[in-house]
């Protein structure tokens, strides 16, 4: 299904604002190696905020609720700019943006979706999508939750566990939103995805035991 984006220049200053404050506010130290905690947890987590991008981008498209369209936008904006943020950083730290993310079933156990999955905000009849959009957007953002956690617990740079703290802040809060709309379509959110607490899989450290640097 062809579709045009939305609000092409408001994103596109989303992102640049991102990477201007990426590279004009990270601290000058040394940058950390591919297989840094933080370059992995960034490459996982732009991955991860593209596609909740592209699932509320196609809810809001077609619902009418006001209040799910608004957390949309939110979702949009919000994790757009911090799109801009985690790419700045990765060309401040000489890293590819597009290096090695999380395989099919790693970002399955964080919480993402299928294509399949994504595909039905477009096919459902739109009240059926709104609680799938619902169904899958909580289920993603405990993903998320799971995700920060090692940066949160094992030392890592502060302008990243600062990102990783508005991420846990902001989507526990938008967790408590969908499911009180959840409740109001008398509908039950999906079981909470696999690997709870931790980044299983992904390679944390460097291959000389730093953790961080």
């Known amino acids: 299904m062809n579709r045009r984006p939305l609000w092409p220049l408001a994103v596109l200053l989303v992102m640049v604002a991102g990477l201007a404050a990426a590279l004009l506010l990270a601290p000058a130290r040394t940058a950390p190696t591919e297989s840094s905690r933080e370059v992995v947890f960034v490459r996982g987590m732009i991955q991860h905020h593209a596609q909740a991008v592209d699932m509320a981008t196609r809810i809001r498209d077609r619902s009418r609720d006001r209040t799910l369209r608004s957390l949309a936008l939110d979702i949009v904006l919000s994790q757009q700019e911090q799109i801009g943020q985690m790419r700045g950083w990765l060309t401040l730290w000489g890293r590819p943006w597009g290096g090695q993310g999380m395989d099919a079933a790693h970002a399955r156990?964080?919480?993402?979706?299928?294509?399949?999955?994504?595909?039905?905000?477009?096919?459902?009849?739109?009240?059926?999508?709104?609680?799938?959009?619902?169904?899958?957007?909580?289920?993603?953002?405990?993903g998320?939750?799971?995700?920060?956690?090692?940066?949160?617990?094992?030392?890592?740079?502060?302008?990243v566990q600062a990102l990783?703290?508005?991420?846990q802040a902001t989507q526990a809060a938008e967790i408590r939103l969908m499911d009180s709309l959840l409740a109001q379509r008398s509908a039950s959110p999906l079981p909470t995805p696999g690997g709870t607490g931790s980044m299983d899989g992904m390679d944390m450290t460097h291959p000389d035991g730093d953790t961080h640097h």
Do not use: C, K, W, Y
Request: net charge negative; aromatic share 2%; glycine share 2%.
């Open 109 to 142: 156990a964080m919480g993402m979706a299928t294509p399949a999955e994504v595909n039905t905000l477009d096919t459902q009849p739109v009240a059926a999508a709104e609680v799938t959009f619902l169904q899958l957007m909580r289920r993603h953002h405990q």
């Open 144 to 159: 998320a939750l799971a995700m920060v956690t090692p940066v949160l617990d094992q030392p890592s740079r502060p302008e």
């Open 164 to 167: 990783a703290r508005q991420i």
